[in-house]
């Protein structure tokens, strides 16, 4: 991929929202970019799993998970899914777990940091609505563009 975030600002900035920088690489893609799939849950990974089974068609799903820092919503095991099932990569605004095996799969993931805690599985959150945190709002649809120098969001996909 010969495309960056640091060039999509250079030409788009007016039509951007850049996330705060507050998120970490994991996955083994370090560039990775489609349309957005959203929920928004609180410590419970359900509606995360619930999405990786569906076909990911190269979106990626971006994870409101009100920034609890206390337990993961997605590990090795929904990473696998989620690649079987043809999804791009993961925005989550909360921990992940199993970074050392999900840092040698080809997905790309941003998180807040690592947590060995699972979540629970109770059904709770939302879906498909949007979402607000790292300063951006991200509507299911919007696009995602992710590099090694943050995420941006455009409402549309973009000339690479």
Do not use: H
């Amino acid at each position: 991929m010969n495309w960056c975030t640091a060039d999509l600002c250079d030409s788009f900035s007016e039509e951007l929202q850049i996330a705060q920088p507050l998120f970490r690489a994991y996955g083994g893609t370090a560039r990775f970019y489609g349309p957005a799939a959203t929920v928004k849950v609180f410590e419970d990974n359900s509606l995360v799993r619930e999405a990786f089974e569906s076909d990911g068609m190269g979106r990626i799903l971006v994870v409101d998970g009100t920034g609890s820092l206390r337990c993961a919503l997605l590990g090795d095991m929904l990473a696998k899914l989620a690649i079987d099932n043809g999804w791009t990569g993961a925005i989550v605004n909360a921990p992940i777990r199993d970074s050392k095996v999900i840092g040698k799969m080809p997905i790309g993931i941003r998180a807040l940091g690592t947590c060995p805690l699972k979540s629970v599985k109770l059904g709770a959150g939302e879906k498909e609505l949007p979402v607000q945190f790292a300063g951006v709002s991200i509507r299911p649809g919007d696009w995602v563009y992710a590099d090694e120098d943050g995420i941006v969001i455009a409402s549309r996909e973009l000339p690479l």
